[in-house]
């Protein structure tokens, strides 16, 4: 074992110590920062075209990672403008101009967007690697998949001050990485959400391997106060993928296979947040109610009442409780949790079977929003 590798679990371990602390430092409380799904409504996006101006990115045979991006990223912008005006697209880079990592993140949290989205391409000493790969910001539990976050992290060099920008870290050592992994804690589940979308819309009409979704600790997510992720669409270093991604065919269907995630992930949030709007969530007093507060995952809300058993709730059939909401239908959960994380993987297993599964809470028999019951919990 190398030692980066000891590293990590003592790593990961002194990271839970340093975390309130780190947050503070930079001014954020993760706990506290706003999520898309409690506003209800994604109403601004921040499109990031990775590298840019002294940093190239990749390159390969005269292709530039930096020049594929922004190109995919303008071609994203103008159909999410054109299909929802109201939504307001912002550019970390419009041109060939270098943006510090975090200096991405802030513009970002200044506009008060609902969503980051930040777009790279791929590359590998193994140049048979290929395909699209969507990150969240975090770091699975043995410190894996840092490949990919060490190479997009340490065009760090490239800033004069970066030791002091990003105290901490230090290129090329994955032990570092792990300071920075649970910056984006409040927003996993939503960019996780996010990013499974894109996966799929990419698995549908890009020719191309899907990698799947991972956590990693990117720097270039870590100061985003919003649900955000980090896309590699294909590989430079794979001559089928460098064709297709730096032709303006494949970037104008990578575009469009972002575009079409984007929507998707819209109507979710602003679906859900429609739901609940409409059964009057009952927010009480502190102290005002005895009954513990529960964390529930919805599976579906229906106009009639169904039996458990019904065969509608495939593999949770007899597992279900029903909650009739006033002159509006019944909602149909798993669960009852006092635990948050415990019901936010629970959400995810649920997402196998019903894709817009989500967290819900109750006090007793009164719903409250997720936010107030996660601080009322303490989580």
């Known amino acids: 074992m190398s030692s980066s590798s000891r590293l990590v679990p003592f790593a990961t371990a002194l990271f839970i110590l340093l975390f309130a602390a780190t947050a503070v430092l930079y001014g954020r409380d993760p706990s506290a920062a706003a999520d898309p799904a409690e506003r209800g409504k994604v109403g601004k996006v921040v499109l990031d075209a990775g590298h840019g101006g002294k940093d190239p990115g990749c390159v390969y045979k005269n292709c530039l990672e930096k020049d594929v991006t922004l190109s995919i990223a303008k071609k994203l912008g103008a159909l999410i403008k054109k299909k929802y005006p109201d939504v307001e697209v912002i550019y970390t880079r419009s041109t060939d101009v270098y943006v510090p990592l975090a200096e991405r993140g802030i513009i970002a949290n200044k506009a008060g967007a609902d969503l980051f989205i930040s777009i790279h391409i791929n590359a590998a000493t193994n140049q048979s690697a290929r395909g699209t790969s969507t990150h969240v910001m975090g770091m699975d539990k043995q410190g894996k998949n840092l490949e990919v976050a060490m190479r997009e992290n340490d065009v760090v060099v490239y800033e004069d001050d970066y030791t002091t920008r990003y105290e901490g870290y230090n290129a090329g050592d994955p032990a570092s990485y792990i300071m920075f992994s649970l910056m984006q804690y409040a927003h996993q589940d939503q960019s996780m959400m996010f990013a499974e979308i894109v996966q799929k819309h990419y698995k549908q009409a890009l020719p191309m391997p899907d990698r799947g979704t991972t956590q990693e600790p990117f720097l270039v997510l870590w100061r985003a106060s919003m649900p955000s992720v980090l896309t590699e669409i294909g590989f430079l270093s794979n ?74 709730f495939g593999s949770y059939r007899g597992k279900v409780v029903e909650r009739r909401v006033e002159g509006k239908g019944y909602r149909y959960l798993i669960g009852g949790t006092e635990d948050y994380q415990q019901a936010l993987k629970l959400q995810r297993e649920a997402r196998k079977e019903f894709p817009d599964a989500f967290v819900v809470a109750y006090e007793g028999e009164r719903q409250l929003s997720v936010k107030t019951a996660r601080e009322r919990t303490n989580q």
């Open 239 to 312: 001559a089928t993928d460098r064709t297709y991604v730096t032709s303006d065919k494949g970037q104008t269907e990578a575009a469009q296979a972002l575009f079409e995630a984007f929507g998707e992930y819209k109507r979710q949030v602003e679906r859900r947040a429609n739901v609940v709007t409409q059964e009057k969530v009952v927010e009480p007093e502190p102290g005002q109610a005895d009954d513990r507060i529960l964390f529930y995952v919805q599976l579906s809300f229906l106009d009639r009442s169904q039996p458990l058993n019904s065969r509608k």
